[in-house]
């Protein structure tokens, strides 16, 4: 059964940093892309960050150079290193594979994410 269980959000200042981590059963994350997703209030959710199966890694402009995404293929494990955070960062983060992983006729499969919120 699949389980994506993310963890590490929480209340933060302007320019504090945090560590967001999600597991996944299973051998999932091994053998796919990667990334971390995130969904603003009354926004769309966006891909904010990716990690193939051979490290490499790409990131949206609103957060290079202050997002560092990585990946512990032998924990089923992926990392988000949030640093300078804004404001403008608060959001649900969710993990998932690229494409996210689907369910047949469900649709996509989702975990239950994990809150960031920065305050000025």
């Known amino acids: 059964q699949v389980q994506l269980v993310e963890s590490g959000g929480g209340l933060v200042q302007a320019g504090g940093s945090l560590r967001l981590s999600c597991s996944a059963s299973g051998s999932i994350f091994s053998i796919n892309t990667v990334a971390w997703y995130r969904r603003p209030p009354g926004k769309q959710r966006e891909l904010v960050a990716g990690?193939?199966?051979?490290?490499?890694?790409n990131y949206a402009d609103s957060v290079k150079g202050r997002f560092t995404i990585s990946r512990d293929n032998a924990k089923n494990t992926v990392y988000l290193q949030i640093d300078s955070l804004k404001p403008e960062d608060t959001a649900v983060y969710y993990c998932n594979t690229v494409p996210p992983l689907r369910l047949g006729v469900l649709g996509d499969y989702w975990g239950q994410g994990t809150q960031v919120t920065v305050s000025a």
């Open positions: 990690v193939t199966t051979r490290g490499v890694t």
